[in-house]
């Protein structure tokens, strides 16, 4: 007999991106995307962290003071990491699932790549400048976006 209580395919693209997410050396935001096909097949995964090459303890991390002296300067966000990450496959077409709403630098990089669909679960910063002018550009070019509907289930992942 064929289980019944198998996560849905949302769950399971929300999940990577979850789990993606606690790669995130960032003590305060840990952000995690999951880039998947029409085929529901996972083309890229990215998180929030610094650049390939700069070492994570020699970078600031700090999120107040003179912007050199902190993280915002350096970190790449977790949806232009996917971006990157992915083999030189096209990405038009695709949806991102992401752990938190885009900024603005990374919807560019959206739009630009061709995904056409945004699942995003938490936007705690919608009124930030950013955010409003993601969505303004992301409306002009006609990628979607909408909030992951959670249903509450737990899973546990023993490592």
């Known amino acids: 007999m064929k289980r019944q209580d198998y996560i849905s395919w949302e769950e399971y693209f929300m999940g990577v991106a ?3 997410a606690q790669r995130s050396k960032d003590s305060s935001t840990q952000v995690g995307a999951c880039i998947v096909g029409r085929d529901k097949k996972i083309v890229s995964v990215g998180y929030n962290g610094m650049p390939s090459g700069c070492s994570d ?27 990157l990450n992915n083999n030189g496959g096209s990405l038009k077409g695709t949806t991102i699932y992401v ?19 945004i699942v995003y679960l938490d936007d705690k910063y919608c009124d930030a400048d950013n955010t409003v002018a993601a969505k303004r550009m992301l409306d002009l070019a006609g990628v979607k976006y909408r909030k992951y509907q959670s249903n509450g289930k737990e899973v546990t992942v023993k490592l």
């Open 18 to 20: 979850l789990l993606s």
């Open 99 to 117: 752990t938190l709403f885009p900024c603005n630098e990374c919807a560019k990089a959206i739009i630009q790549c061709g995904i056409r669909e």
């Open 57 to 83: 303890d020699e970078m600031p991390w700090e999120r107040e003071g003179e912007m050199l002296e902190t993280k915002y300067a350096y970190v790449c966000h977790a949806e232009l990491n996917a971006i």
